[in-house]
């Protein structure tokens, strides 16, 4: 099936909903966009929890190597990868407890957006998450 971006209400109840945002490639790097955007979603309300193993910890919170390490809750997986990541992150994706997994704008890749559809995943690709936050306040 053709990638396509769920409904903006659906999208805005996932994100009234959700708590625990896991940020696949959050910096430790104030200047990265990755550190900006999973900032402002902390300060939204939003738990962050870092996925980088070239990092101990970001925005106040351990960070974990990867998807699979992550022992905790989580609502919606957020990435900052490029898109041929995308499916191996998608497999690791379906281990958790996640049910969304969100791409980051410019982030967009057929073989993961399959892949998670047919694991039951809502999946958003292509937009960032705080600019679609900005739109359903």
Known sequence: MPFQNPAQQEIKSILENAKTIAVVGLSD????????????????????????????????????????????????????????????LAEQAVKTNARVFWAQQGVYNQEAYDYLIDHEFTVIMDMCIKVAHSLVK
Do not use: C, W
Not at 60 to 87: H, M, Q, T
């Open 29 to 88: 790097n104030p200047a990265r966009t990755s550190y900006h955007v999973s900032k402002a979603m902390q300060n939204s309300g939003y738990r962050i929890i870092p996925v980088n193993p070239e990092i101990s910890e970001s925005l106040g919170e351990k960070a974990y190597g990867s998807l699979d390490l992550v022992n905790e809750p989580i609502d919606i997986i957020n990435v900052f990868r490029r898109s041929e990541y995308l499916p191996d």
